[in-house]
DNA sequence: CCTACCGATCGGTAGG
DNA sequence: CCTACCGATCGGTAGG
């Protein structure tokens, strides 16, 4: 949809600048986290001094706050389409965590989401992510909620652990023999008790 | 063992002056992370200015890793403790998490170990948590080795996700109605399948 | 424990 | 996009 270049390169909103700065911003805030990436970090990657990514940018807030939003709508799409072509509650939740873990664990683009650090975060820009985050949650609510789970089971605590699960994951895979398939099959299988 | 409180009051290290300054400074690394906790805030909270602290402390990088051993030292003890007064692997698995929780949960004390934001860290002050934690952990593989599990679980991977599990948590927790041992109750549910 | 300060770094801006 | 800078804040220190 929007994947196809404008006309030309003007020095506005799409420019293809700009989104080379973003996919860079989002990559430094991925590994070193919000307060441990500084714009001049970000303008020594891009090639350029701290102060001239403020022709691109408004603020490093509004720019951690766009990033985010990207990531979760990216995440978003590609989840509700892995969703659609399965069928089953299980085979659903599996399917999405899959692709979750897939998009968390490729930190190479701009849809990497960034799901942890929000206590790093100056109180306004939380409570964005917070309310961009819970919306993002929703689609895993709607999966939840249609699985067969024993009755002393809490589904809203369910959910939350495995969210937690899923976004905390990053913290300590490292890439290797087990592909982030697998351990979706792993996290499934743990949660799916009979 | 080190409860009673030495003969009387000098500057030196185990000085009451020092273990409240620690306190303190735990509850803010705890709330506010590394990085967003400045040793002015410390002070403020003491009473002091920040450059006062010295007299206590090497560095904010000493003072950091101080914490995080002590709380570990005192978060294992205290689960050894738990697991001996229970039979049967499920139910000592059972016992550390709600332990652990319960140390994770109860953010008002020098036992509250961080484990959540090792990014935020300087290089040389990571290596030294990882090391501590790593050991920590080893709790962990005893408790899980010995669990009847299906033979299709990878029980280095099933450990990591029950501790990522635990150590996540307060990053959502609020205190209610919820009790850390119920929640503990309620991983072990899930975690137990049949 | 304070005063008074150091060098470094931060997000951000004016003006070209 | 750079030069040159701002005010704020950081960890830490000397000297008393």
Redesign the interface.
Known sequence: MKTNPTPSGQTEEGSERRRQILEIAAQLFAR??Y??TSMRDIGLQAGVLGGSLYHHIKSKDALFVELHGAALDAAEERIAKAVRDQDGPWAKLQAACATLLEIQLAPDSLTTPMMN????VPDAVRKQLIARRDRFEDLFRVLVESLPLRP???RS??R??LL??L???A??YRPGR?KPAD?AA??V??????
Chains 1, 2 share one sequence.
């Not at 650090?117 to 790093?120: H, I």
């Not at 299988?189 to 009979?194: D, E, K, L, T, Y």
């Open positions: 070193k986290g307060r441990g650090d929000f206590r790093e002393e089971i809490d605590i369910y939350n652990l937690t699960q976004n905390s994951t913290d300590w087990l351990l792993q996290i299988a743990i949660f799916r008790q009979g």
